[in-house]
């Protein structure tokens, strides 16, 4: 996910615990939302956003290096004590995950350090529903077995790719929807596309279970759809709304003048692209249209 130059200064990883008690141990969907939605929840908190933040430091430690994750598990007094540290704690369902800032991987807070790693998997009782149109999916790869700890840490990747990607507006719309996300397994045809589809893809380092520069995750968000929809790519979303200062920003193929798009034998036409359009204009599509670039000149 990082070049190798970043293997070369002080290494730190973004410490994630989940709660499972033996009587009561979390659904493996949920516990997947609930380290994604906790990943955000972090990279969202003033501590870690604001210049001169309780977190800051460390955030920018992190990030400066690979953003390595490492999901431990707790139960009982363990679980207490681990909550007793500086953290958030995130109730997704029937999973209760707490995110703590960055430590260097060989200076982990004791009570942590003592939790188990490995082995952490975990089961649906039942299969997950169809994720609500507009909704931001995490899609894991269907061929890359993992166990749950693993894919909580690699949808806490694809959920931090994202939001980097994001505008600051569609960010506040997403922060304000209290990170509505899903987390399922694509289709092996559906995994082709969205590795192909230009949206964030997390490439393994290889530390654990899978081998180094394996594709785990893609994160689908609809906001990032709509940038490579009207970068030139041919795709097709749902329900979308971006803001348009972004687009100006991001898509280096966006056309100076009006662009042209045709649905069938309808023509949209997005003008009002310049420096001098509103600070509120955005974009919607309706539901289930889809859009194909063509020339200005067809």
Request: proline residues 9%; contains cysteine; positive net charge.
């Amino acid at each position: 996910m990082q070049d190798a130059s970043r293997d070369e200064g002080r290494q730190y990883a973004l410490p994630l615990v989940i709660r499972v008690e033996r009587a009561a141990p979390p659904a493996r969907t949920d516990a997947l939302e609930g380290a994604a939605r906790a990943v955000l929840r972090f990279l969202s908190d003033p501590r870690v956003t604001e210049a001169d933040g309780e977190w800051a430091a460390a955030a920018r430690a992190w990030e400066d290096a690979r953003i390595r994750k490492v999901v431990r598990r707790a139960r009982g007094a363990a679980w207490e004590r681990a909550s007793a540290l500086p953290g958030i704690t995130v109730a997704h369902r029937s999973a209760e995950i707490r995110v703590y800032p960055p430590v260097p991987v060989d200076e982990w807070p004791a009570d942590l350090a003592r939790l188990q790693v490995s082995g952490t998997d975990l089961d649906d009782p039942r299969a997950p529903e169809a994720p609500a149109a507009g909704t931001p999916v995490l899609w894991l790869n269907p061929g890359l077995p993992m166990t749950a700890g693993k894919a909580m840490a690699q949808a806490g990747h694809a959920a931090q790719l994202a939001w980097w990607q994001l505008s600051p507006r569609a960010k506040a719309e997403w922060l304000d929807r209290g990170f509505d996300l899903a987390v399922r397994v694509a289709g092996k045809g559906q995994w082709a596309e969205l590795l192909a589809s230009g949206l964030p893809v997390v490439t393994d380092g290889g530390f654990t279970e899978v081998a180094p520069g394996s594709a785990t995750v893609v994160a689908d968000h609809p906001a990032l759809r709509a940038v490579l929809l009207l970068s030139g790519l041919f795709l097709c979303s749902p329900d979308f709304s971006v803001d348009i200062r972004f687009l100006r920003y991001t898509a280096r193929r966006m056309p100076p003048k009006p662009l042209r798009m045709w649905e069938g034998r309808r023509t949209w036409v997005l003008s009002g692209l310049g420096h001098r359009s509103s600070p509120d204009t955005s974009l919607r599509l309706r539901p289930s249209t889809t859009l194909v670039r063509k020339p200005a000149s067809s």
